[in-house]
């Protein structure tokens, strides 16, 4: 299936897109939207990630537990 992101982005997913459940969860939006339903689908431009490569991705992770301490005897 033909999906419209940045180069780097598609080849890392075009497995994805190429399986069924991805067929018909465009069949899906399509029929929701031809109901006058909203969707509203990432096309670009609004929130980045699909018009930069992969090289440009940072990834970022917080823990928000407590550290344990250690006792020495």
């Given amino acids: 299936?033909?999906?419209?992101?940045?180069?780097s982005w598609k080849q890392a997913l075009q497995s994805?897109?190429?399986k069924p459940y991805?067929?018909?969860l465009v069949r899906f939006l399509h029929a929701?939207?031809?109901a006058g339903?909203?969707?509203i689908l990432v096309t670009g431009?609004?929130?980045?990630?699909?018009d930069y490569g992969l090289t440009h991705l940072r990834v970022h992770t917080?823990?928000?537990g407590r550290y344990q301490r250690t006792?020495?005897?």
């Fill in 37 to 39: 339903k909203t969707v």
């Fill in 71 to 73: 006792r020495r005897k």
């Fill in 32 to 34: 929701e939207k031809a």
């Fill in 16 to 18: 994805e897109f190429d």
């Fill in 62 to 64: 917080f823990h928000n």
């Fill in 45 to 50: 431009g609004s929130t980045g990630w699909v």
């Fill in 1 to 7: 299936m033909e999906v419209k992101i940045e180069q």
């Fill in 22 to 24: 991805f067929a018909e």
